[in-house]
């Protein structure tokens, strides 16, 4: 099953802490909370569309990244990075894009990020940014 989300990812952040009186409280910077509250609410929708409940056996799991190309480039190099020729090696690294969409996603698309027995994660740049999850449901695996 593929799910497209036209939403620009958002690399997992450190997440801050601050002091409260029972002791600390620990959570995410407000820019990767948006995206959080975005994305699984886009997955909601199209999982709503398909009738379709969080998978929860194994899980092979291909994550594709589109992310923006940045404005201070010549057209020769943008249609490069367009094309695919040239990919993003460039932070955000791969795993931060990754941590924060499972994140997303968990309950909402699998029952938790735990079923992913298989993962695969692409960046490419994209004129309108935006994200692809395919997921394969791995039948005897139990």
């Given at each position: 099953?593929?799910?497209?989300?036209?939403?620009?990812?958002?690399?997992?952040?450190?997440?801050?802490?601050?002091?409260?009186?029972?002791?600390?409280?620990?959570?995410?910077?407000?820019?990767?909370?948006v995206?959080?509250?975005?994305?699984?609410?886009?997955?909601?929708?199209?999982?709503?569309?398909?009738?379709?409940?969080?998978?929860?056996?194994?899980?092979?799991?291909?994550?594709?990244?589109?992310?923006?190309?940045?404005?201070?480039?010549?057209?020769?190099?943008?249609?490069?990075?367009?094309?695919?020729?040239?990919?993003?090696?460039?932070?955000?690294?791969?795993d931060?894009?990754?941590?924060?969409?499972?994140?997303?996603?968990?309950?909402?698309?699998?029952?938790?990020?735990?079923?992913?027995?298989?993962?695969?994660?692409?960046?490419?740049?994209?004129?309108q940014?935006?994200?692809?999850?395919?997921?394969?449901?791995?039948?005897?695996?139990?």
């Open positions: 099953m593929k799910f497209e989300f036209d939403i620009e990812p958002v690399e997992q952040a450190r997440p801050r802490a601050t002091r409260m009186r029972k002791g600390i409280r620990v959570y995410d910077p407000q820019k990767v909370a995206f959080k509250r975005q994305l699984g609410m886009l997955a909601k929708q199209q999982m709503l569309d398909r009738g379709l409940e969080p998978y929860d056996g194994p899980l092979e799991v291909h994550v594709v990244f589109y992310r923006p190309v940045q404005a201070s480039i010549s057209k020769k190099e943008r249609d490069r990075r367009l094309s695919g020729a040239h990919r993003p090696i460039v932070k955000p690294d791969l931060n894009y990754i941590k924060s969409t499972s994140d997303a996603l968990n309950g909402i698309i699998w029952a938790d990020d735990n079923c992913i027995v298989c993962l695969a994660a692409e960046k490419f740049y994209a004129d940014p935006h994200l692809t999850v395919e997921v394969k449901e791995l039948v005897g695996l139990d």
